[in-house]
């Protein structure tokens, strides 16, 4: 049992170059959270989808794009790279997110993209 | 907007002394997730707590959810080198988010 996948597990970028952060999960969930964490601190919410088709801003989204064309991928695009970018990435998946959506919410982790902009 | 505060930001202890981290948020919660990450690691499930007043062990961890579900807390006997990292909080927000708490990082001194 896979759970979530993200590729690469590390990563150095020029400033100004663009890369697409890979996320995959294997449970059937629809819920899936991109986080980034900076040497720390906490997580902070990048995007997040509900759904395939369906995705949304969450605390930090400048710089970034996602799409969630399939409930088992949730890529993530970082364009035009820069410095303040450098962090660890972490993809997330959930069956819900609150008990009043479903009992189980416990959110399984990917191990982490490792970036760095110079 | 709603937020989870949690404290304190680190916790040096001697191997053996006991560790406590303490969340509080602004809104009631439906339930409170509690997660550890070890140095260099993600963030792993430890427990999930739905009912007023619920308390729940997991050996010498001992996770709390208050009466009015808006405070929690995770408390650790006896701590040993394997609990060493960063102990998070969260709970579900507006839009099917979770709201993380900053993190309790324990720290075992020499």
């Known amino acids: 049992n896979a759970g979530v996948t993200q590729t690469p597990k590390f990563r150095i970028l020029k400033i100004g170059q663009s890369m697409t952060l890979q996320c995959t999960q294997d449970?059937?969930?629809?819920?899936m959270y991109w986080y980034r964490q900076d040497p720390g601190m906490g997580l902070k919410l990048i995007y997040y989808?509900?759904?395939?088709?369906?995705?949304d801003k969450g605390e930090v989204p400048n710089g970034y794009n996602v799409s969630r064309s399939t409930t088992e991928d949730f890529p993530l695009r970082l364009e035009l790279a820069a410095p303040s970018q450098t962090s660890v990435y972490f993809c997330?998946?959930?069956?819900?997110?609150?008990?009043?959506?479903?009992?189980?919410?416990?959110?399984?982790f990917g191990q982490g993209t490792r970036l760095t902009v110079v | 907007g709603q937020q989870v505060m949690q404290i304190p930001q680190y916790q040096h202890v001697q191997e053996g002394e006991d560790f406590t981290t303490y969340c509080n948020s602004s809104?009631?919660?439906?339930?409170i997730q509690w997660y550890k990450q070890r140095p260099g690691g993600h963030p792993v499930f430890l427990i999930q707590?739905?009912?007023s007043g619920e308390v729940k062990k997991q050996k010498r961890l001992t996770f709390q959810f208050g009466e009015a579900k808006k405070n929690s807390s995770l408390h650790i006997t006896a701590t040993q080198t394997t609990d060493v990292g960063t102990y998070f909080c969260?709970?579900?927000?507006?839009?099917?988010?979770?709201?993380w708490g900053a993190g309790t990082k324990l720290i075992i001194k020499p």
């Open positions: 969260a709970g579900p927000g507006s839009n099917y988010q979770l709201i």
């Open positions: 809104t009631t919660l439906s339930n």
């Open positions: 997330a998946s959930s069956y819900s997110p609150d008990v009043s959506v479903g009992t189980n919410t416990e959110a399984f």
């Open positions: 707590l739905v009912k």
């Open positions: 989808s509900v759904g395939a088709g369906i995705t």
């Open positions: 449970m059937n969930h629809n819920y």
